[in-house]
């Protein structure tokens, strides 16, 4: 130890605080990834700079680790990133500057879980059926449903299989996919890891090695977007559970991941949200729950209407773009999304300026001083099922705006939508919200920028 710290110490100053910290990046490249639990005791990646960019090739998400036990939590996202500046009861804007898939081809399909291989849950707590052993390491030999391995007793370990699914090929421009037949499906599987490409840090079994081929021929448009994408919840849980309709499945688990409800809503932050509108050009405002907020992403999907209901749909692997900024105290419960224009329901959509002067004549008619400026806004809720998830979007939105539910009912029913984001308990409940609210609630500046 040198003098100077000797001294420093002697005054009850700690050594420590002189370390120089790692300076914050104006550009943070990602390519870690976590073992599926989300956990804020962890080291971070970054810092990053506030007004930053973080930039990601993610793996594919649902599928590949749910057949992968060594990964606890249903999926495989990025390792949380530090965002300088952001403090517990801040905000961190989000805003999706591009996302671009570079996986050649992909299966997915519906799941049914089998049932001597987990305990309690097969997202977090995988058995082999044959050894005994809990998340237990796994090889891949040969294809098909039979391919994933336990590396100990050779006996089959995945905990899920697909009911009807599919193989997909995807357009190298990003424009379009087509279902493949079984050669086509047994080629990708051969090369698995080459057509889906994934990240070299990744360990998850690709998806495709399964080679199914229940739809031949189904065309679909590609418009990719994040199926996981916000911030660390202040508890660890697994990743795919960070939500009020698959954090249920912890309720009283039978595994170290256990929560309560209250627990439950207190500390996620339902980044796993499946909202096909969380694409490039959107943007979203999350919760900071821990210090540094942890940003985090994967579960990147080429295509999907509203709701997965499937239950899954095409994982990809790709590289993302992203800007991070602080909102400072800007208390969140859960994500605000701000769309692109073209993906807000028809009510929503920001006025023209034609609409505003025939409101303001119509207003006049009748003796109304003034007509609110307004903004669009889709607070993100979640619950068990559909119902319990409006009513914590509804919920939340009233906290947010100080307003009553009943005037965010009103509100939503005439310039606004519920839209479901993930069946069985993810929605957005989208409305126009007056700019003296939005001033009020710090987040006008963001929500201008997206539409103004």
Request: charged share 25%; glycine share 10%.
């Amino acid at each position: 130890m040198t003098n100077e710290l000797h001294v420093l110490e002697k005054e009850g100053i700690e050594s420590d605080d002189f370390i120089q910290q790692p300076q914050a990046a104006e550009t943070l490249f990602v390519n870690e990834f976590i073992d599926g639990i989300l956990d804020p005791s962890q080291k971070m990646l970054g810092p990053v700079k506030d007004g930053g960019t973080i930039i990601a090739n993610t793996t594919p998400g649902c599928w590949g680790p749910m057949l992968t036990p060594t990964i606890r939590g249903g999926h495989e996202v990025t390792k949380p990133v530090f965002v300088e500046g952001a403090e517990v009861g801040d905000a961190i804007v989000i805003k999706i500057k591009s996302i671009q898939v570079t996986s050649l081809a992909t299966s997915s399909g519906h799941d049914e879980a089998i049932v001597d291989r987990f305990i309690g849950d097969p997202f977090v707590s995988v058995k082999c059926p044959g050894c005994g052993k809990l998340h237990p390491s796994t090889v891949v030999k040969g294809i098909g449903p039979q391919a994933i391995r336990c590396s100990t007793c050779d006996t089959e370990t995945a905990p899920f299989k697909m009911t009807n699914g599919y193989t997909m090929a995807l357009d190298q421009k990003g424009q379009i996919g087509v279902t493949v037949g079984r050669e086509g499906a047994r080629r990708i599987a051969l090369d698995a890891k080459n057509y889906m490409r994934t990240p070299e840090n990744s360990v998850q079994n690709p998806v495709v090695v399964l080679a199914p081929s229940d739809l031949v021929g189904v065309m679909a448009r590609m418009r990719p977007f994040l199926g996981q994408l916000g911030t660390t919840p202040s508890k660890a849980m697994p990743d795919s559970h960070n939500a009020g309709d698959f954090g249920s499945f912890l309720i009283g688990a039978p595994h170290e991941y256990a929560f309560t409800q209250d627990e439950l809503d207190l500390h996620r932050t339902d980044g796993h949200m499946d909202i096909s509108r969380v694409r490039e050009g959107a943007t979203i405002i999350c919760p900071v729950k821990v210090p540094g907020g942890g940003v985090y992403i994967g579960d990147m999907h080429a295509m999907q209407g509203d709701g997965e209901i499937a239950g899954h749909t095409t994982d990809v692997a790709g590289i993302v773009q992203l800007q991070v900024s602080v909102l400072k105290k800007v208390a969140l419960e859960g994500p605000v999304l701000l769309p692109n224009v073209e993906d807000l329901p028809y009510t929503a959509k920001p006025f023209t300026k034609e609409e505003k002067r025939r409101a303001r004549e119509l207003a006049e008619e009748f003796g109304v001083k003034q007509v609110e400026e307004a903004f669009p806004v889709s607070v993100v809720g979640s619950g068990k099922t559909l119902n319990d998830a409006t009513d914590n979007a509804i919920h939340r939105a009233a906290k947010l705006f100080e307003m009553s539910d009943p005037e965010v009912l009103n509100r939503a029913t005439i310039t606004g939508s519920i839209e479901i984001g993930r069946h069985p308990g993810v929605v957005t409940a989208t409305l126009q919200v007056p700019k003296t609210i939005l001033k009020k609630v710090r987040i006008y500046k963001a929500v201008k920028k997206q539409y103004d």
